[in-house]
């Protein structure tokens, strides 16, 4: 019998990730998997590290403690684009390590067509931010072109004034890939 983990993720303290237990523990049966240890991040995962149990996960993976790795979504185990999403399963599959989607159950990598899905999956994650990135760049459009904040000031631009300066140093944080 193969041995299953969990990884699961939600954003905020204020979410909670039990209501996708029962699921799992279902989709688990049905493939004839024994369900293991649960991977749980509280809070937003891909600040510099807040990854801690993906760490842990891929650590455990290395060290061949379970055969398939099941999330809720593929989007909870990364979100970074298609090259991070990529790398990521394909750090699992390279610890002989599968990844079942319960909500995309055809994403199955322990299948045959692994290295189709594992593309298919990175250019889902990549479609998605894109989407993402469209959808506000519309939405910071359509409120220039309002003119009006809800307060009632007239809007010229978007963003910070010009020559105001940020009282502490930035750190980039968007170009920073997930543990590996």
Known sequence: MLKAVFYTRVSTDAQDASNQFASVT????????????????????????????LARLLKDARKRKFDVVIAWAYDRMCRLGSKETTLLINSLTQCGVGFISHEEEWLDT????????ISFIGLMAKMESDRKSANT?????????KGITKAGNKITALGRPKGSKDTEKRVRRWHRRPVL
Do not use: M, S
Not at 110 to 117: A, Q
Not at 137 to 145: D, F, I, N
């Open 110 to 117: 322990t299948g045959p067509f692994k290295d189709v899905l």
């Open 26 to 53: 279902a989709l688990a049966e049905r493939h004839g998997f024994k369900l293991g240890e649960i991977y749980c991040e509280n809070e937003t995962a891909w600040k510099a590290g807040h990854q801690a149990e």
């Open 137 to 145: 760049k519309l939405g910071l459009k359509r409120t220039l072109e």
